[in-house]
């Protein structure tokens, strides 16, 4: 798969993730969070979930700019770490299986968005 199939997919499931926070934040925050998702969390769930819209879509407007598209995807990877870390930090008091699988999404997010800001970098001249 190329690169920019790859960047597409990624920028679209960041998207698809932030839509889903926030159609259903108490849901997806309940898996997450535990009950603290599924009442006032909720409020900041919407938030990220336009952040990850956000973001998802700029990633995809600015895909096929090669100055400004391999940035966009290092500020994804970047976004994705600060998840990790601050899912990281709080586990103690997170329910164990959906803290795991959110913070795989993001470690999974960081990398392969670090690789795609390298990979669509255009070749130095």
Do not use: F
């Given at each position: 798969?190329?690169?920019?199939?790859?960047?597409?997919?990624?920028?679209a499931?960041?998207?698809?993730?932030?839509?889903?926070?926030?159609?259903?934040?108490?849901r997806?925050?309940?898996?997450?969070?535990?009950?603290?998702?599924?009442?006032?969390?909720?409020?900041?769930?919407?938030?990220?979930?336009?952040?990850?819209i956000?973001?998802?879509?700029?990633?995809?407007?600015?895909?096929?700019?090669?100055?400004?598209?391999?940035?966009?995807?290092?500020?994804?990877?970047?976004?994705?770490?600060?998840?990790?870390?601050?899912?990281?930090?709080?586990?103690?008091?997170?329910?164990?299986?959906?803290?795991?699988?959110?913070?795989?999404?993001?470690?999974?997010?960081?990398?392969?968005?670090?690789?795609?800001?390298?990979?669509?970098?255009?070749?130095?001249?």
């Amino acid at each position: 798969m190329e690169p920019r199939d790859v960047a597409r997919q990624y920028a679209a499931g960041r998207v698809a993730l932030g839509a889903a926070l926030v159609i259903a934040p108490r849901r997806l925050g309940r898996v997450w969070l535990g009950r603290d998702g599924a009442g006032t969390g909720s409020v900041a769930l919407r938030a990220l979930g336009a952040r990850d819209i956000v973001l998802g879509g700029i990633a995809l407007h600015t895909l096929d700019n090669p100055q400004v598209g391999p940035r966009w995807q290092r500020t994804c990877a970047a976004v994705d770490a600060v998840d990790l870390v601050a899912t990281a930090a709080a586990r103690p008091k997170l329910p164990p299986v959906g803290s795991a699988l959110v913070m795989a999404m993001a470690a999974a997010g960081a990398a392969v968005g670090g690789w795609l800001g390298q990979a669509l970098h255009p070749p130095e001249a």
